[in-house]
């Protein structure tokens, strides 16, 4: 018995190196494995060097169904994640680039981590206890944390390994006081796991040596049809919330909590991206689709449902969980052809999903959203799950 594990588990090694070897754009030829046990594994490869000449490296969960999550330094962007459809057929369904350097441009955020503050701050500012801090940004407003926000920094790796089987990711970003506008040397800890029920986990954590606001968030575009060429709106939809957060034509909030009932807002059954979303509907013009945050419910019970998204085609459901009080649905709006896709063609309107947990956009200035405030001696804490299955 034991030596038929230790036959698999070499037969494994030597297909996984083999695998990593083949593959394309890879920029070396080594490629370390840093632990395996049974089949859960996680691999580390180079992938390139930033503008500033930093190290960016490349890290491949794999668990034991052979679903594979690739995730790098820098902006702990997950750059690829399979998922198996009712045939048991693993596709790619997350956007994003084949190389490093499309990265290290403006793109609309690829599977990276937000950071210090996912979405909108309006006019690029807010006050703490009558200080008032003004934030780096490319208009008025101040989008995902800034001109060089979490996404761009290069994350140092607490730790690379298979722990209790689950192939397990750490990193770590110290920000600067003052960062971006931000009061406070802010330490974040993001934990990545992807375990054997097909769940990837995000786990975030944050502590402060000033009083400062943080809303850390992840950016995966998902097409669970593994077909980039293909848009997302025969996707059906579900999400836990009876009312969102409308916005004005800056998509920030207004500070109104609306009803989702008798609108294109009102996902609380399942249902096709593309029904509603040209509806002749204010919000729906101000978002250009859906670009909007929704309330989510049983704020107070921890980590529950939140949202999913089923393809019908494929049968691949994605299951949120997360312990967030709301979402940003976007539905890939901004898209325009102009970036170039992994499959070698380019990533059109609408090509992908995004549902990012989050704290309200633009809560520092609104007082009746949940607080972002974090001081020091206190720890953010956050979780969100991505569950994959067939239906
Ligand atoms: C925002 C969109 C934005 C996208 C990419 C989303 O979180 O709500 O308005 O275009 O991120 O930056």
Known sequence: MNQLKSITNG???????????????QKKDTNEIIESKEMSTIEK????????DEKVS??????????????????????????????GTYADVVLGFDVLEPYLEAHPYFGALIGRYGNRIA????????????????????????????????????????????????LKYISKDGEEGYPGKLESIVTYTLDDEDTVQVQYEATTDKKTV??????????????FSKDILDHEVMINADTYTPVDTGLIPTGEIAMVEGTPFDFRTPKAVG??????????????GYDHNWVLTNQNDGIRLVASAYHPTSGRLLEVF????????????????????K??????????????????????NKPNFPSTELRPGEKYTTTTSFKFSIK
């Open 11 to 25: 037969f494994l090694i030597f297909s996984l190196i083999f695998t990593a070897v083949s593959c394309k754009n």
């Open 123 to 170: 006019n690029g500012k807010f006050a703490l206890d009558g200080v008032e801090y003004k934030l780096t940004s490319d208009g008025s407003t101040q989008l995902h944390g800034g001109r060089v926000g979490f996404d761009k920094a290069v994350w140092t790796v607490l730790n690379a390994a298979v722990i209790d089987g689950v192939a397990t990711l750490k």
């Open 58 to 87: 490349l890290y491949t969960l794999t668990n034991d169904n052979g679903m594979k999550v690739e995730i790098m330094t820098l902006g702990g962007i997950i750059t690829s994640l399979t998922a198996p459809d009712k045939n």
């Open 214 to 227: 943080v809303n850390l968030t992840q950016h995966s575009y998902f097409n669970l049809s593994g077909d």
């Open 343 to 364: 499959n070698g063609g380019t990533y059109d309107k609408r090509s992908g999903l995004c549902m990012e947990t989050q704290h309200y956009p633009d809560s520092p």
């Open 322 to 341: 997360s312990s967030e009080p709301g979402i940003q649905f976007y539905t890939g709006n901004f898209l325009d052809a102009t970036l170039p896709g």
């Open 275 to 288: 029904k509603e979303i040209n509806a002749d509907n204010e919000q729906i013009k101000n978002g250009g």
């Open 45 to 52: 490869k180079e992938f390139g060097t930033t503008n500033n």
